[in-house]
């Protein structure tokens, strides 16, 4: 023996191990090439229905490609960072995977930023994929100034963190994994009817729509339809202006909640597990 003990040991730090987490993450997804396809082409899928089915149909006022195309981004978004940590992260505490990692000397934030980057890797080839086929397929109008896709920019960053955090909060309300589909599923889809997706947001009653911009989804489809939308849609807005500060505003506080609640409630354990 050399004297070596436990203690002179250097482990990795907690970012080297993260960015480790995070390859993992990434890999085992691409794995399951069904998750693959569904979870990038979905908002591109829903997108490309519409144009087909709903351009002409209705006075948009525009292409419907374009009308339709923020709340789709938002979407997808908050579909890669709230449903997929919601649901992935209850399965894995349900299956007992997250007891044995805690087990193991990982640094807990570690974790976290493995689930961060296989989140960011999903939003960013969604986004691609989704502005890909609205623009080379349909002939959307993209932002032809720096200033719009620095908004498409930071609210990618913000909505995306603040939907996470809320996603991983969500996952320790799940009992079991099965559980976790129904608590994640049924709140999304009831946002996309009340936050700006799929139904214009000056049609909607003023009581709906003070409970949608109390989450994300009406935040992060409002800042999309500034970035996307010419500037004279605005007056179409509830404000009848963009209102990108209270945007702003709401993602970042959102981001704050998120992480108090994550603080306060993420367990590594079962209940049953004590």
């Known amino acids: 023996m050399n004297g070596t003990t436990m203690d002179d040991v250097r482990l990795p730090g907690t970012l ?18 069904e998750s693959v396809i569904f979870t990038f082409a979905l908002p591109a899928l829903i997108l490309s229905m519409f144009a087909l089915i709903f351009d002409g149909l209705f006075d948009l006022g525009m292409p419907a490609v374009d009308y339709y195309l923020p ?57 691609v994929l989704l502005l890909g086929v609205a623009a080379l397929v349909f002939g959307a109008s ?19 963190v603040a939907c996470s955090l809320l996603g991983i909060a969500v996952s320790s309300l799940a009992r079991t994994a099965q559980a976790a589909s129904t608590i994640v599923v049924v709140p999304f889809l009831a946002l996309q009817f009340t936050s700006g997706v799929f139904v214009p947001v000056t049609v909607l009653p003023d009581g709906v729509l003070a409970v949608a911009s109390l989450f994300p989804l009406l935040w992060m489809a409002q800042g999309m339809r500034a970035a996307l939308y010419p500037d004279a849609m605005a007056v179409f807005e509830p404000s009848g202006a ?10 970042g506080a959102w981001c704050v909640v998120g992480l108090v609640l994550v603080l306060l409630t993420f367990r590594w354990k079962t209940r049953k597990d004590g």
């Open 16 to 33: 080297r191990v993260g960015l480790s987490r995070g390859w993992l993450e990434i890999r085992s997804f691409s794995r399951e090439w």
């Open 71 to 127: 709340g789709l981004f938002a979407m997808g978004l908050m579909s890669v960072s709230f449903q997929t940590l919601g649901a992935g992260i209850a399965t894995e505490r349900d299956q007992g995977g997250l007891r044995r990692l805690r087990g193991t000397p990982m640094p807990p934030a570690a974790y976290f930023l493995g689930k961060t980057l296989l989140v960011f890797f999903l939003a960013l080839g969604q986004a």
């Open 142 to 160: 993209l932002p032809d100034n720096a200033s719009d896709w620095f908004t498409v920019a930071w609210v990618l960053v913000l909505g995306t």
């Open 242 to 251: 963009w209102d990108l500060h209270l945007v702003a505003l709401a993602l």
